[in-house]
């Protein structure tokens, strides 16, 4: 009697476990279709969420601006708010040119013309680290694609 038990709790544990993994599987495969696409070019473009695990290498990032800040030095295009922790675009003052006479001559939150919190961007260049945060470095505004429709 006691070994039926133990094989029947076997085989519910084990069964149990075989689903588990199962979903688990399942879950990845849907996962990783929504966190990377296909450009026209056929170039991989990947979520501001997968960016840390492409770190020193080229890629196309898309994501939604969730915050812009210009501390006078720095203008930053967080993908999460608060933005710590996550992908972030940062346009260096000595690039600013680059993009416009206007470009970065308000300090503050969300105060910049050409890119506003809301906007579907895809940034290109190499993602390097940040405060420990995955980033790109843009220097050219060819790098950052704006897709709002």
Do not use: C
Request: without cysteine; charged residues 20%; proline residues 2%.
């Amino acid at each position: 009697m006691q070994k039926v038990k133990i094989f029947t709790t076997l085989t519910i544990f084990l069964s149990l476990a075989l689903i588990s993994l199962l979903f688990f599987f399942l879950y990845q495969s849907l996962y990783k279709e929504t966190l990377t696409t296909k450009t026209n070019n056929n170039e991989s473009t990947i979520s501001y969420l997968k960016a840390a695990e492409q770190e020193g290498k080229e890629a196309s990032v898309e994501g939604q601006i969730k915050y812009v800040f210009n501390n006078g030095k720095d203008l930053l295009l967080g993908f999460n708010d608060p933005h710590a922790g996550y992908f972030k675009i940062i346009i260096k003052k000595e690039n600013w040119d680059n993009f416009g006479s206007n470009f970065g001559s308000e300090i503050g939150r969300n105060k910049e013309s050409l890119y506003k919190e809301g906007d579907k961007v895809t940034a290109n260049g190499k993602i390097q680290w940040y405060q420990g945060d995955p980033v790109i470095y843009v220097s050219n505004p060819s790098q950052i694609k704006i897709k709002n429709n």
